[in-house]
């Protein structure tokens, strides 16, 4: 037991490390740039980004006919990455099974793109910080996020059933471990764009603190 409460604390203190150092430390977050979000529900991040900009066009991998009901299709998607069984059976916290949890912890490829469907402007719970990028790290951000999808011989991906009706499951490509969460892949997809970030991120705080403070957005 003291091994393991080592182990853990240590853990926690290079998780805390991780996220103060900072990645692309000289950033800075264009005027005239691309609107994004980066959101947390308590657990998971994700990134909320227009579906057709001039920079990048979803359309053609996130399909209105994946939905049970196409008019909830919005202007917007909220995206993240992650271990497949705690994504769909951990909505909050409280939902978190501990078999879920050991195979997140010790590893595991079966993981999952996560996309929910907005519409600008829209009442959204989770809480969120909005911040700009160029045209040049949005193409990044979304090749970084479009190279998870596994795609089927007509290069499209398979959905599946989501947590309500306008929200899917996508399979992914990948590795999900303790050191490679849903959140650290949202700072990495950000990182690999430039944008700054923090080093490792594992939780969700370490991820926000690097979203610049703004005044509330009014999206979605």
Not at 2 to 14: C, M, R, S, T
Not at 65 to 84: C, R
Not at 163 to 191: I, Q
């Amino acid at each position: 037991m003291i091994a393991l409460a080592i182990i853990i604390l240590f853990y926690l203190l290079a998780a805390l490390i991780g996220s103060i150092l900072p990645a692309n430390q000289s950033w800075n977050s264009p005027d005239d740039g691309i609107e994004l979000f980066v959101e947390t529900n308590g657990l998971h991040t994700g990134i909320i980004m227009p579906i057709r900009t001039d920079a990048h066009d979803w359309s053609d991998l996130i399909r209105p006919e994946h939905m049970t009901d196409p008019a909830l299709y919005g202007s917007h998607i909220l995206v993240g990455w992650g271990h497949a069984g705690v994504y769909r059976n951990t909505r909050y916290w409280r939902d978190l099974r501990v078999s879920d949890a050991a195979s997140a912890i010790f590893g595991s490829d079966e993981t999952l793109v996560h996309v929910y469907h907005l519409t600008y402007p829209q009442a959204y719970p989770h809480y969120r910080r909005s911040l700009k990028v160029s045209e040049v790290e949005y193409r990044k951000i979304a090749a970084a996020i479009r190279a998870r999808f596994v795609l089927n011989d007509a290069g499209l991906p398979t959905p599946s059933r989501g947590y309500g009706k306008d929200d899917l499951f996508y399979h992914a490509r990948g590795h999900y471990n303790a050191f490679y969460t849903c959140n650290s892949w949202t700072s990495d997809v950000l990182r690999q764009a430039g944008v700054r970030t923090g080093r490792w991120t594992p939780f969700q705080g370490g991820v926000m603190r690097w979203v610049p403070e703004k005044a509330e957005p009014t999206l979605p």
